[in-house]
């Protein structure tokens, strides 16, 4: 018979029977700490670029780096900075022609991913926020300084999570002329029948807890849809699906929606 110690039920136990406890803390810590270190491993692994990638703005063609909390491997273009959301707007851009030298355009947030290819299709390009200096005009999109029927598009990507969004479709929807598109692109939980948000969760870290970044106040659920017809626009949708998720490196199944305002003599039905 052995007369080494043996481990029962978490205790140590000896030819004596005395008992001694296991130290737990001990044994949680290094579970943690080979986690850890197969993380870092993944992460030195993966950083950079799990699978070589085409960027359709600058026309990159290797490795993407990672980007985001949680980082999200292969998301950002290694040459122009292009994330996700940027590239999907271009394949829009160029494979429905929604905008055109025929069309005036209000880029709000212009992201400088994008601001050059819009500009370069536009016929009038202007640029617009409340809070950054280097834009043409300095507008709130809750209650914009802008004539009725001003544009024939605007552009507003990862907007709508930080406002009111009521407001802003509303003024939206006022600004453009009758046929006229916005380009809308929010973060969408489409396991969700209803968007979340509640007034009372307050300050940067409750927000990002509950909204998943610290400056905004809501997350969509498949509503937003009804957000965006009840402001009075038909709703079209252009999705990432393969072989373009692969491809260009997009979010699965994230959505650009085109928010079309009645042309003259049309309803919306």
């Known amino acids: 018979m052995s007369d080494e110690p043996t481990s029962v039920a978490g205790v140590e136990t000896g030819q004596d029977d005395t008992r001694r406890p296991v130290d737990q803390t001990a044994q949680f810590a290094d579970v943690i700490a080979a986690r850890v270190r197969k993380l870092l491993r993944s992460l030195k692994r993966d950083a950079a670029g799990v699978h070589p990638r085409s960027c359709p703005l600058c026309d990159y063609y290797g ?22 959301r940027h590239r999907l707007v271009k394949l829009l851009l160029d494979r429905k022609k929604v905008i055109g030298p025929g069309h005036s355009v ?102 990002l807890l509950h909204f998943g970044q610290a400056d905004h106040v809501r997350y969509y659920g498949r509503d937003l849809r009804d957000r965006i017809t009840a402001a009075g626009f038909a709703l079209e949708e252009f999705n990432s699906v393969e072989p373009d998720v692969s491809t260009y490196g997009l979010w699965r199944g994230e959505r650009i929606f085109l928010a079309r305002k009645p042309a003259l003599g049309t309803m919306n039905i």
């Open 63 to 84: 490795a993407f780096t990672p980007y985001g909390f949680p980082l999200r491997f292969d998301a950002q273009c290694a040459k122009c900075g292009s994330l996700e």
């Open 106 to 207: 209000l880029h709000f947030a212009p992201e400088p991913q994008l601001g050059a290819t819009i500009r370069a299709l536009a016929g009038h390009y202007v640029t617009a926020d409340l809070m950054r200096p280097r834009v043409d005009l300095k507008l709130n999109i809750e209650a914009m300084d802008l004539a009725d029927d001003s544009f024939d598009r605007i552009v507003c990507c990862q907007i709508l999570e930080h406002v009111d969004d009521r407001k802003a479709l509303a003024e939206m929807f006022r600004v453009l002329r009758p046929g006229g598109v916005a380009l809308l692109n929010t973060p969408v939980i489409e396991g969700w029948d209803e968007t979340y948000e509640n007034p009372e969760i307050d300050g940067a870290r409750m927000r």
